[in-house]
């Protein structure tokens, strides 16, 4: 396999994001994202840097896959859940270990910032291929249903 550099996402990283953000909501769930809503969601993770952050996985100068980091307090543990969300890697790039090296890198700075208790993700229930991933890496199933208000 060749090099894959993962590093925190730039300004310059918007459009690949969008792109990647696009591509997940039609493979995953059959949805098409408003553009213009996504590129705006899409900067203002990048830009508020309180809100989360995304990590992007590059390989002879292309991106190749990227997650986003957001943050939920945990008042019960005084510390932070990080949940990782918008998981993407192309399908060429599939089956090479990308994603396993974003998570590792995710597992490493919640590690340097000492005040992380867990990670967390929701996946599409019948995506049994991301899930396999997931317990691949040490993730398990918890008890909690997931509920929203709207949609």
Known sequence: M???TLRQ???????????FNQAMAQETEGKRL???TLRQ?????LT????GFYL??????EIRGSLAVTF?????????????????????????????GLYNRVQLLAKEQGNVCGFRLYVEKDN???????KNLGMQECQYYMYQSKD
């Open 128 to 134: 049994e291929v991301a899930q396999q991933t997931y």
């Open 72 to 100: 939920e307090w945990s008042d019960w543990r005084n510390a932070l859940f990080w949940w990782i969300q918008s998981v993407y890697v192309s399908p060429s790039a599939r089956r090479q270990g990308i994603y396993a």
């Open 34 to 36: 408003d553009p213009t």
């Open 41 to 45: 969601g899409v900067n203002g993770l």
């Open 2 to 4: 060749k090099e894959v």
């Open 56 to 61: 992007v996985a590059e390989q002879e100068g």
């Open 48 to 51: 508020h840097p309180e809100y």
């Open 9 to 19: 996402a730039k300004a310059e990283d918007l459009d690949a994001l969008v792109s």
